[in-house]
């Protein structure tokens, strides 16, 4: 079973950027496939981006298109999503998550992943 922990949230201003690292413990990456999540205040748990075991094969959900990117570096058991052109929309608890069936096609539904790390707090002001 892989633990997951996130880190690199913090408020930011409207325009700015992050960088969420998620670090695994207890097996490596490289088993998973890994996704990035979010959920904003009374809202639910959206899909925000995945990428496959080889890094080959990434997805994003159509609102950060353009603006987030999905990385992963095995070596190193961390999984990225570097945030730039922050929105207040943005604003939520990220998540990242592992899916174990290392598909070749990445998978966006939050019942897909079996291991979730506990957040990080993503404030963006206006």
């Known amino acids: 079973q892989v633990q997951l922990v996130e880190s690199g949230g913090g408020l930011v201003q409207a325009g700015g950027s992050l960088r969420l690292s998620c670090a695994a413990s207890?097996?490596?990456?490289?088993?998973?496939?890994m996704g990035w999540f979010r959920q904003a205040p009374g809202k639910e748990r959206e899909f925000v981006a995945a990428?496959?075991?080889?890094?080959?094969?990434?997805h994003y959900a159509d609102s950060v298109k353009g603006r987030f990117t999905i990385s992963r570096d095995n070596a190193k058991n961390t999984v990225y999503l570097q945030m730039n052109s922050l929105k207040p929309e943005d604003t939520a608890v990220y998540y990242c998550?592992?899916?174990?069936?290392?598909?070749?096609?990445?998978?966006?539904?939050?019942?897909?992943?079996?291991?979730w790390g506990q957040g990080t707090q993503v404030p963006v002001s206006s």
């Open positions: 207890g097996r490596t990456l490289s088993n998973y496939n």
């Open positions: 998550a592992a899916d174990p069936r290392r598909l070749t096609i990445v998978r966006v539904t939050t019942t897909a992943y079996s291991y």
């Open positions: 990428i496959s075991v080889s890094g080959g094969s990434t």
